[in-house]
């Protein structure tokens, strides 16, 4: 995915009530953007980190700039919009940059599925093949090379393993898509030491047949393309 019109730039001051942030540009010492991440963002909040952010023309808008990417202080880069982890996951399973899913011939998307209500991210079809139902979720939390997920303690994200692992018990192919949004990141594990839960239950659900896998996401201030496997160590 390409970032048109081109991104601007500015410094971060502060994230403030979950969906708002103040930065500074050249033009405006003091500018309140959009924040579209929900989570903690340990480690991609942090004070004089550059952000990078977009401009929207829709007049009904209060906060017409949306926080896109980030870069720290050691240059990595960030990806602070979480909408884009699912469009990145689509053109990963289209350029066939996951082998295993290079059969199938349909991609759906936010179909219900499962007993607890859920809408899956990707559902995958081909004839002859079984259904492929993904969740995708992404990975920014990074400790020395190592990206954890969930970075807050998820009823949500477990619900969502469990979904899976009903899939799978029915038959079908199931998978735990994570998308790396961090430069820093070198290999996946869940964050056992935030959400212990969670952990157990992907070690549950590999047992089970769901697959576990990891994407890295190649980042720049034009761009976010999907790049090689990582591995997911449980």
Not at 100 to 107: T, V
Not at 183 to 196: G, K, L, N, T
């Amino acid at each position: 995915m390409q970032f048109q019109p081109p991104l601007k730039k500015g410094r971060l001051q502060r994230r403030h009530k979950r969906f708002l942030a103040d930065i500074s540009t050249p033009e405006q010492p003091l500018l309140t953007i959009h924040c579209p991440n929900t989570g903690a963002m340990t480690g991609c909040a942090e004070p004089d980190f550059t952000v990078w952010y977009s401009q929207s023309d829709n007049p009904k808008r209060k906060y017409p700039n949306t926080w896109e990417l980030a870069t720290d202080t050691q240059q990595n880069w960030i990806v602070i919009n979480t909408q884009h982890a699912n469009q990145i996951a689509e053109e990963a399973v289209r350029q066939q940059k996951i082998p295993s899913l290079s059969n199938y011939q349909q991609i759906r998307r936010e179909v219900r599925y499962g007993d607890e209500k859920s809408r899956i991210d990707f559902l995958l079809h081909s004839p002859g093949e079984p259904d492929c139902y993904i969740e995708v979720k992404s990975v920014t939390l990074n400790e020395s090379g190592t990206g954890f997920f969930p970075d807050a303690v998820s009823v949500r994200a477990r619900k969502h393993v469990r979904e899976l692992m009903l899939m799978r018990q029915q038959g079908h192919r199931a998978m735990l898509l994570f998308v790396v949004a961090h430069s820093a990141i070198q290999e996946v594990r869940p964050a056992r030491h935030i959400d212990p839960e969670y952990a157990d239950l992907c070690i549950k659900a590999a047992a089970e047949g769901v697959e576990l896998r990891a994407i890295r996401c190649n980042i720049n201030a034009q761009e976010i393309t999907p790049g090689a496997e990582l591995t997911v160590h449980l």
